[in-house]
């Protein structure tokens, strides 16, 4: 038990000090690339003997070891499994053998025998204790990670898909937009949007006829709705919350509605390729 809290506590921290560290430099997802990598290397390294001291202590409380898979279940399995491995071991011997005693080795018995005495439950209590403090660590760290120091589905994630820096330009991108188009300044709007509504005719027309006759809009909020990466092309798919407002019959009427805009990017830059009532595909 006290072993198993013990290598929890190895994972977590880890992780912990590679989250803390990057929301307190701002140095991007290396970090945290890094003590995945790490991760990967300990538990490759301690899956045989963790998994036998699961199985023996599964025999111990005359389990079979096909429970160990458990594990495989998506949240609630580990949780069973966990419990299985706190429960108490049988007293007497089971099909799986003798049962284990547990010698307890006081102060004065260790100096006779020149060893640690047994741990306490004060141990354990410690273990816990140091294991849900960097989970917290880990969970406060998470919410500095995001642009503008907030959480997003996007952010570090995105970067790691399209590229560093890349969910910040397409926000802006975004912005610039309704930005332009509010203000009537159709010729800065048309630097958002693709290459290929700027150069075909058809394409150029339907967009200044979309602009010219669109409202006031104002970005409520952007969310990561998809990223991509397919035959070398980046793409980004926002859910956003729009404030549309526009003239009625003798006052100012604001509307809500939601929207997915579609980005991709082109030589570098991020431009606008569609805007859509519902999730488009990658086709």
């Given at each position: 038990?006290?072993?198993?809290?013990?290598?929890?506590?190895?994972i977590?921290?880890?992780?912990?000090f590679?989250?803390?560290?990057?929301?307190v430099?701002?140095?991007?997802?290396?970090?945290?690339?890094l003590?995945?990598?790490l991760?990967?290397?300990?538990g490759?390294?301690?899956?045989?003997p963790?998994?036998a001291?699961?199985?023996?202590?599964l025999?111990?409380?005359g389990?079979?070891?096909?429970?160990?898979?458990?594990?495989?279940?998506?949240?609630?399995?580990?949780?069973?499994?966990?419990a299985l491995?706190?429960?108490?071991?049988e007293?007497?011997?089971n099909?799986?053998?003798?049962?284990?005693?547990n010698?307890?080795?006081?102060?004065r018995l260790?100096?006779?025998?020149k060893?640690?005495?047994?741990?306490?439950?004060?141990?354990?209590?410690i273990?816990?204790?140091?294991?849900?403090?960097a989970?917290?660590?880990?969970?406060?760290?998470?919410?500095?990670?995001?642009?503008?120091?907030?959480?997003?589905p996007?952010?570090?994630?995105?970067n790691?898909?399209v590229?560093?820096?890349?969910?910040?330009?397409?926000?802006?991108?975004?912005?610039?937009?309704?930005?332009?188009?509010?203000?009537?300044?159709?010729?800065?709007?048309?630097t958002y949007?693709?290459?290929?509504?700027?150069t075909?005719?058809?394409e150029?027309?339907?967009?200044?006829?979309?602009?010219?006759s669109?409202p006031?809009?104002v970005?409520?909020?952007?969310?990561?709705?998809?990223?991509?990466?397919?035959?070398?092309m980046?793409?980004?798919i926002y859910?956003?919350?729009?404030q549309?407002t526009?003239?009625?019959?003798?006052?100012?009427?604001?509307?809500?509605?939601?929207r997915?805009i579609?980005?991709?990017?082109?030589?570098?830059?991020?431009?606008?390729?569609g805007?859509?009532?519902?999730?488009?595909?990658?086709?």
């Open positions: 038990m006290r072993f198993f809290l013990l290598w929890l506590l190895v977590v921290g880890i992780l912990t590679a989250y803390g560290l990057t929301a430099l701002h140095r991007g997802i290396y970090l945290i690339l003590a995945w990598m991760l990967t290397i300990i490759l390294v301690s899956l045989i963790l998994g001291l699961c199985i023996r202590r025999h111990d409380t389990k079979s070891s096909e429970h160990l898979f458990f594990v495989l279940i998506p949240f609630i399995g580990p949780i069973i499994l966990f491995l706190c429960k108490k071991g007293p007497k011997a099909q799986y053998g003798e049962a284990l005693r010698i307890i080795i006081g102060k260790a100096s006779i025998m060893v640690s005495p047994t741990s306490s439950a004060f141990t354990t209590r273990l816990v204790a140091l294991l849900v403090s989970i917290c660590v880990c969970s406060v760290s998470s919410r500095y990670m995001g642009p503008e120091n907030e959480l997003d996007g952010g570090w994630f995105t790691i898909i590229g560093q820096g890349s969910d910040e330009a397409a926000w802006d991108v975004v912005h610039g937009y309704f930005d332009a188009v509010n203000e009537k300044n159709y010729d800065k709007a048309f949007v693709t290459n290929q509504a700027k075909n005719p058809v150029k027309q339907k967009w200044m006829e979309a602009m010219m669109a006031k809009v970005v409520g909020s952007l969310g990561t709705s998809r990223i991509s990466r397919i035959n070398g980046k793409r980004i859910e956003a919350d729009l549309v526009k003239p009625g019959d003798g006052a100012v009427e604001a509307t809500h509605m939601t997915y579609s980005l991709v990017e082109e030589n570098g830059e991020w431009h606008i390729e805007f859509y009532k519902s999730m488009p595909d990658d086709k």
